[in-house]
């Protein structure tokens, strides 16, 4: 599957402002500086498309991607404001806890989140508690480590290996997960792929709600 149409649409303050939860959803959400912008304008082979909502004053809402894939579908991409800014106050940390919570568990088209994470660096905290919050809300999500250009298979693949470990004392079964480079266009394939199965599943799921 490749993306067709991708466009900005929105950026709305919360939940209750976003667009009609009429189309699946994926989500995109990871650490400041984590590549997040290049991943987007990677999957959609547009180069500056999430620039548009990475304008100052705009980092702390929810942004909305209109998409159409080559499968004959139109879903909602969306660009969540990242965690690990150093430069937030305490009460913009406590807005956009509050914000991505009421999103990630109130957003009922919201299909899969990914959870983007530097393939270069060890488990952090914040990441694994992020990730553990996510299993408590039962919200569906996967990994996506990136900028793998940046270092060797072997620092990479040991990166990975031990994230995951560090989420085996917590979870049962591993999380889906995606090894990625924008600079590459690594693991944009398999990403286009995944979402292309999971919106098959959106349709039977609304076949079963009608
Ligand atoms: P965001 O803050 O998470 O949206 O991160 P950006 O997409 O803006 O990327 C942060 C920095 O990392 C920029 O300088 C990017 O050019 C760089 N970057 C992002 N992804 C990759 C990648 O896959 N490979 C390389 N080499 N650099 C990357």
Redesign the pocket.
């Known amino acids: 599957m490749e993306i067709i149409h991708a466009e900005y649409l929105i950026s709305s303050p919360s939940v209750d402002q976003c667009p009609k939860a009429d189309r699946p959803e994926y989500a995109f959400i ?1 650490r ?7 991943l987007i304008n990677m999957l959609t082979n547009k180069k500056e498309l ?1 620039k548009v909502s ?1 304008a100052p004053g705009k980092t702390q809402l929810i942004n909305h991607f209109d998409i159409s894939s080559s499968d004959k579908k139109k879903w909602w991409l969306v660009d969540l404001p ?1 965690y690990g800014y150093a430069k937030r106050s305490i009460s913009q940390r406590k807005a956009w806890k509050k914000m991505i919570e009421e999103y990630i568990r109130k957003r009922e088209n919201l299909v899969n989140l990914f959870v983007l994470v530097d393939c270069r660096i060890k488990p952090q905290a914040m990441d694994l508690e992020f990730i553990n919050q996510l299993g408590e809300w039962q919200i569906a999500f996967a990994l996506v480590f ?2 793998s ?2 270092t060797t298979v072997k620092e990479s693949a040991n990166n990975v290996n031990d994230f995951i470990r560090a989420l085996m004392q917590t979870w049962e079964a591993p999380p889906p997960y995606f090894v ?4 590459k266009r690594t693991g944009a394939k398999q990403m286009l792929s995944y979402i292309s199965e999971l919106n098959k599943g959106w349709e039977e799921h609304k076949k079963l709600m009608v």
């Open positions: 990871g400041s500086n984590v590549g997040k912008s290049s999430a990475s990242g990136t900028k250009d940046k990625t480079s924008a600079l």
